[in-house]
């Protein structure tokens, strides 16, 4: 039985990705139909910060049981935090090189993704150079449990004190005239909420699979 | 007077945009990328029930 979870992510994203590219977008200088990438590139961020705030979370709770499911349910949720931070990041620089004229500018919400993705890819590092499993299990919950708060402070708050070129920080009013459309929330917080559904879906496979694998050890 | 022109470009907007609604083939592409979507989910569908097995 497929869980009703993921049908309705399914289903979510399957109505974002068609009504996303038919339904009536503002017009907006620049950005004109790349508008629409709203649906596109801005879910892939939410998913992979509900990934990793759930990776963290469970981080905590491996640190206050030692239950290893915890560790696993976790490291797997920052390995699919990462898959949709990468879409992310490529999304973004197609996008920019159409708008803004490059794929990189050394915009600080660029630099402060590109830091925090290379801060979870040495989570991944530091989980592969340790044998023991408890002590990989420890080690990793702990950096988990630092890495999360630094990573949302990087992408939410230090970009917004300074000029960016990305919407929604500094100087920058480019979507708050349409933050308020409702044509564009219409698609845009189903495309998020489906996008996240599909990433713990992902994530949940790699789990029941890694569980699998720890039971025939046993 | 501003007003009729506002009203007048907003026309000439819209008649612009059914124009490129009335791209028939511009739905194919949307529908390649329904199918591409479906078939991704398929292959998680069986995945999962694969796995359901395993579990058992």
Not at chain 1, 147 to 155: A, G, H, K, Y
Not at chain 2, 25 to 40: D, R, S, T, W
Request: hydrophobic share 50%; net charge positive; with cysteine.
């Amino acid at each position: 039985m497929i869980k009703w979870w993921k049908i309705t992510g399914v289903l979510l994203v399957l109505y974002a990705l068609i009504c996303g590219l038919l339904l009536p977008v503002p017009n907006l200088p620049i950005l004109e139909q790349s508008i629409r990438n709203l649906y596109y590139h801005v879910p892939m961020w939410f998913s992979m910060l509900l990934l990793l705030l759930a990776s963290m979370i469970h981080g905590i709770k491996y640190l206050s049981t030692g239950n290893i499911k915890h560790d696993v349910r976790s490291a797997e949720y920052a390995n699919a935090g990462i898959l949709f931070g990468a879409m992310g990041l490529v999304t973004g620089m197609i996008w920019a090189k159409n708008t803004w004229g490059a794929f990189w500018t050394n915009d600080p919400k660029l630099n402060s993704a590109a830091i925090g993705m290379l801060m979870y890819l040495a989570y991944t590092v530091l989980r592969n150079s340790i044998e023991d499993e408890e002590k990989r299990a420890r080690i990793s919950a702990v950096y988990n449990v630092f890495s999360f708060p630094i990573f949302t402070v990087l992408i939410f708050v230090l970009p917004r004190l300074t000029d960016s070129l990305h919407p929604g920080n500094g100087g920058n009013p480019g979507f708050n005239s349409y933050d308020l459309d409702s044509r564009l929330r219409m698609v845009f917080y189903p495309a998020v909420i489906g996008w996240s559904l599909i990433g713990f879906w992902i994530a949940d496979l790699r789990i029941r699979l890694k569980n699998i694998e720890l039971k025939r050890e046993a | 007077m501003k007003n009729i022109l506002n009203i007048i470009l907003q026309m000439q907007h819209t008649a612009e945009m059914g124009d490129a609604q009335s791209t028939e083939k511009f739905y194919v592409v949307v529908g390649v990328i329904a199918v591409i979507f479906i078939g991704i989910v398929g292959y998680l569908v069986s995945i999962d029930r694969k796995i359901n097995k395993l579990e058992k």
